[in-house]
């Protein structure tokens, strides 16, 4: 069975700051993606990687994918309260065919 | 296009009941999917279908049954609901040769 743990679990910090999330898993992804959910609804994809070392620009968001294919970050620049939700990696393995959901991280920006 | 819809909205089930989520989607995606997110938490794979007639099993099957005869449909069965089963399910789907899964808004099932 493949795990993707992210970390931290929950981080609350103020508008204007900076902050990190890391996905983190011992098996190899073919691709890896990055969710945000809102409250009551569906996730909503940010970004795919595929590459080893990849690393792609949001505006505000930076996502890297490691060497190894196995593991991710999500770098928020000057944090805003439209950034609030749950964030969530998901990496395809093989054929990708089916996505595993990391754990999920809820992010709070206040005023 | 509507995209990904799912109903009910929201349903109270009690043990031992049964009941279909509905999921359809209209942009003539070939896979489609079933997850299960309890609170806060990442989603998990119960089922999945890469095209009309064929469906299998993901990382949560039990106690779920699917079907996909057409294209467009793909609904999830609860035959005897336990509290365990008491979650927020989601459909999804996906073009083949894309990454990209399209999520519906959701059903939230509570099991009493």
């Known amino acids: 069975t493949q795990l993707l743990e992210q970390s931290p679990q929950f981080l609350s910090i103020q508008e204007g700051e900076n902050l990190t999330v890391y996905c983190n898993s011992s098996s190899v992804f073919s691709s890896l993606q990055w969710y945000r959910q809102e409250p009551g609804e569906g996730p909503v994809l940010l970004v795919t990687v595929v590459t080893g070392g990849e690393v792609k620009k949001l505006k505000r968001l930076t996502f890297q994918f490691g060497d190894a294919r196995k593991d991710s970050s999500l770098h928020i620049t000057a944090a805003q309260p439209g950034d609030t939700g749950l964030y969530l990696c998901a990496g395809a393995a093989g054929g990708g065919n089916k996505l595993t959901f990391g754990t999920g991280t809820q992010l709070k920006v206040e005023l | 296009n509507a995209g990904v819809t799912q109903t009910p909205k929201f349903r109270i089930l009690k043990i031992g009941q049964s009941m279909t989520l509905q999921c359809t989607q209209d942009m003539n995606h070939n896979y489609m999917y079933w997850y299960r997110q309890d609170p806060g938490m990442g989603l998990k794979l119960i089922y999945y279908?890469?095209?009309?007639?064929?469906?299998d099993k993901g990382e949560v099957p039990n106690g779920y049954n699917v079907s996909r005869s057409t294209t467009e449909d793909f609904p999830l069965r609860l035959e005897l609901a336990a509290p365990s089963q008491t979650s927020v399910y989601f459909c999804a789907s996906r073009l083949q040769g894309f990454y990209e899964q399209y999520f519906g808004p959701g059903t939230r099932l509570t099991v009493t």
């Open positions: 279908s890469v095209g009309a007639g064929i469906t």
